[in-house]
């Protein structure tokens, strides 16, 4: 492949119309990142497009659908073809299962499979598919997960166990696209405010959690650091301290 | 965190409007509030290596002051931009005010361009729970540009704005705190020369400070906030703190930045290496486990630092130390005088 050209480094955002993939695609944006985004309900996305368009002067290239599907994920294999290289990777699109959240032992397996479907088998197609572009950028992959991935928390069962695989499948990838020039890390963001964590807690009063934005200082020095020395690590955003390996 | 439990009469306390030197003072002739528990001794600075024991070691933080207050200018007219923390050499948190005694925010859009030390600038997100603060894009070298337009960041209670070679501590050697970390400043050739001397070592690591404006009373609401700080702690730094507990000694750190490092390198196995950002809050509900004397400074009520003493010291042996402070017309600020807690 060509090298690269210079130009707007281009990140991906999956789930990015709400929450924390909408904080952190405002972030790049701002940035001066090239953006695109994807998430299921098109019009707050497109909303989102225009907006940091507008700010920033960036260009965002917005796709409704749900990661599962393999023809959404074409779509931002041809996105990425577009845009001729992918610097970030953020797969942030979740999928809780339903509410209100039942015991592990009582979930249904067809829930089960499209959570894992969503939260693991997803996130590493994704880099299936824009693979030879992140190789490109000597990119960095960022998988959202949870502190329910180590909690073992009732109710949090099912969504747990795919964060707790994707916590594994970052590692593995780290180690295997290492080679590539590809760094894979997850993150576990902390408790936030968001509508998923409003979903899963019912009627609960959520206005003690920190909104998404909390967390912005560790994702603007995540994104800061040289990738590949980051890699294969897996990092709290809102503990007291980040490290970079010495 | 311990506001309301220290009764201190904080309006009576004198600040600090300049450097010592401006009253014919040395560096090192600062006064020296000595705690050990409930005693309280009074000294000059220099009678420092004389308080210590042959087996203490010293941690200073190595950070060097940047000329971090830059001058700005929008649509709206001339702001002053004061720098906080670098995140990429483009990226950095910085506080917009009108001037050094008038605090902000100054009006900016999100994606509103405007000047900054010669560079194009914009603000690109809200710094989360402190409306003064956000993080700005440059385009251009930033160091460049505030090595040649900047200043030292000031507030309105100096009496004069001062040169950025007497904010340096001796011990500077990493430049990147937006403000002096004020502890090392006391801190001169002979007294190194006296400390050594007495078999006293002392050993670095790194914290660059950012502004400190939210401690200084502007903004009640974000008062308890420490925000995220780049720090480091070196190898060889651990290795030293090590063997001094092994040998019975005492670990003294000079700095409220050298406590947080400390306590961030912490992990479940002890002290190690360490290197990243550290937004550690420490407080009487999270006590320390790396420092058992600190040197620092007087501070104002409320405060983040005065919350980190509170987990070294007893509260009443605090309120006892600071109203002699107040009472002796001890003073404030970062060229006031200094104030050392040992273990009683």
Redesign the interface.
């Known amino acids: 492949m060509a090298p690269i050209e210079p130009g707007a480094r281009v990140a991906v955002i999956t789930g990015a119309s709400r929450g924390l993939g909408a904080m952190l695609g405002?972030?790049l944006a701002?940035?001066?990142y090239d953006l695109i985004i994807t998430a299921r309900d098109g019009a707050p996305l497109r909303e989102r497009a225009e907006r940091w368009q507008?700010?920033?002067?960036v260009r965002v290239d917005a796709i409704a659908g749900n990661v599962a599907d393999p023809e959404h994920r074409a779509e931002i294999e041809r996105a990425a073809r577009r845009a001729r290289r992918v610097d970030v990777l953020v797969n942030n699109a979740s999928e809780l299962g339903p509410t209100p959240l039942s015991a592990l032992i009582d979930a249904s397996p067809s829930a089960f499979a499209d959570v894992m479907a969503v939260n693991l088998v997803a996130p590493i197609a994704i880099v299936r598919v824009l693979r030879p572009w992140l190789a490109r950028s000597s990119g960095l992959v960022v998988n959202v997960s949870s502190d329910a991935a180590r909690g073992g928390y009732p109710g949090w069962g099912v969504y747990g166990a795919s964060k707790a695989a994707l916590d594994l499948a970052s590692s593995t990838l780290a180690a295997e696209l290492r080679a590539d020039g590809i760094s894979v890390v997850a993150v576990d963001p902390g408790d936030m405010r968001t509508d998923m964590a409003q979903r899963a807690f019912g009627d609960a009063d959520l206005s003690g959690r920190?909104?998404p934005?909390?967390?912005?200082?560790?994702w603007?020095?995540l994104?800061?650091q040289p990738p590949e020395r980051l890699s294969g690590r897996r990092f709290e955003a809102q503990a007291?301290?980040?490290?970079?390996p010495? | 965190m311990i506001e309301g439990e220290l009764a201190v009469p904080w309006s009576s306390r004198l600040e600090a409007v300049a450097p010592p030197e401006d009253r014919g003072l040395a560096r090192d002739g600062v006064r020296l509030l000595v705690s050990r528990g409930d005693a309280l001794e009074h000294h000059r600075f220099r009678d420092l290596p004389q308080l210590l024991r042959p087996s203490d070691l010293l941690v200073v933080n190595q950070s060097g002051t940047w000329p971090a207050s830059l001058p700005a200018r929008s649509e709206r007219g001339p702001f002053l931009l004061n720098l906080s923390t670098r995140?990429?050499p483009e990226?950095w948190?910085a506080e917009s005010r009108f001037g050094p005694a008038e605090p902000g925010p100054v009006p900016l859009?999100?994606?509103e361009q405007f000047e900054a030390a010669g560079l194009r600038a914009?603000r690109?997100?809200?710094?989360?729970?402190v409306d003064r603060l956000a993080?700005y894009?440059f385009r251009g070298d930033v160091e460049a540009a505030m090595r040649r337009h900047g200043g030292p960041i000031r507030y309105g209670y100096l009496a004069r704005p001062v040169p950025l070679a007497e904010y340096q501590t001796i011990f500077a050697r990493v430049d990147g705190s937006a403000e002096m970390p004020s502890a090392g400043r006391p801190f001169t050739a002979r007294i190194l020369e006296s400390l050594r001397a007495r078999g006293i070592r002392w050993v670095p690591i790194t914290l660059h400070a950012g502004v400190s404006s939210l401690e200084r009373g502007d903004a009640p609401s974000d008062r308890q906030l420490t925000?995220?700080e780049p720090?480091e702690v070196p190898?060889e730094t651990v290795q030293r703190i090590e063997r001094t507990r092994r040998t019975g000694g005492r670990v003294i750190a000079v700095g409220t930045t050298v406590v947080r490092a400390l306590e961030?390198?912490t992990g479940p196995g002890g002290l190690r290496?360490?290197?990243?950002?550290?937004?550690?809050?420490l407080h009487p509900g999270r006590p320390m486990r790396t420092a058992d004397g600190l040197v620092t400074g007087l501070h104002d009520r409320g405060s983040s630092h005065l919350s980190l003493l509170a987990a070294l010291a007893p509260a009443a042996s605090l309120e006892r130390a600071y109203r002699a402070a107040v009472a002796e017309g001890y003073a404030w600020h970062e060229f006031g005088d200094s104030h050392l807690i040992l273990p009683s």
Request: hydrophobic share 50%; charged share 15%; aromatic share 22%.
């Open positions: 405002g972030f701002g940035e001066g507008r700010d920033f002067r920190p909104p934005e909390a967390t912005l200082p560790f603007a020095w994104f800061a007291e301290a980040w490290e970079v010495a | 995140y990429a990226v948190v859009g999100l994606g914009e690109i997100a809200p710094f989360p729970g993080f894009r925000y995220p720090f190898a961030s390198a290496a360490a290197r990243g950002f550290t937004q550690a809050f």
